[in-house]
């Protein structure tokens, strides 16, 4: 009896699987991905048609994100200064999406961003804000003291982004999987600076406080 139920098991399950890929397949036809535009064949799947973000998928909201930024990042996966650890699966795929993109084809997919509308994003985590202010003082050198951003400093703003985005760079600067490769200089600041959030509490309040920023 067992090996029955078993093999009826496994046909359940080849046959669900068939009807979901046959699904997938009829999915991807009706969106014609050929004749989108290279922003929405290249970031919708992770970033939302719009750029909204899907924490589903570990993809940030890039709407009302600096275009600087976004370059510079772009350019930081291309160049391998990002993504390369295999077992953080958003950034290494994000790496292998964008690492034959050409110089034109990221000027041509910042046209497409700067289009996307930004909108307020929802609040995911809770912290002590009053203490959060206090630990925002050695981010407001670089971030401004509104979350306003810095492009000299190559410090992006922070005021209106997700906040479970932020949350998971912080862990990952203070971890070393971002900001380690010898040729990003910037990375490496911000890893420095992770020595003023000593705990997850810690982070979890710098971002109740960012969340209060306009």
């Known amino acids: 009896m067992t090996k029955i139920s078993g093999k009826i098991t496994a046909a359940v399950i080849v046959s669900l699987l068939a009807m979901q890929q046959s699904a997938n397949a009829q ?27 899907n924490p589903v998928v570990g993809g940030p909201s890039l709407a009302g994100l600096e275009p600087w930024y976004i370059k510079k990042q772009l350019q930081n996966f291309r160049s391998q200064y990002r993504g390369t650890q295999s077992d953080y699966l958003p950034g290494f795929e994000m790496r292998a999406s964008v690492e034959t993109l050409s110089d034109e084809e990221i000027e041509s997919l910042l046209v497409s961003i700067q289009s996307w509308e930004a909108r307020k994003p929802v609040a995911t985590i809770s912290g002590d804000s009053s203490h959060g202010s206090e630990l925002y003082a050695s981010c407001a050198a670089c ?41 990003d200089s910037g990375g490496a600041q911000m890893r420095a600076s992770m020595q003023a959030l000593q705990s997850d509490q810690d982070m979890n309040d710098v971002l109740a406080y960012i969340g209060t920023l306009e």
């Open 27 to 53: 999915q991807y036809e009706l969106l014609e991905s050929s004749n989108q535009p290279l922003s929405i064949k290249i970031c919708a799947t992770c970033h939302g048609s719009y750029g909204h973000g």
């Open 143 to 183: 971030h401004g003291a509104s979350g306003e951003g810095n492009e000299f400093l190559g410090a992006p703003g922070l005021a209106g982004r997700d906040d479970w985005y932020m949350l998971r760079q912080l862990k990952i600067f203070k971890s070393g999987y971002r900001g380690s490769h010898p040729d």
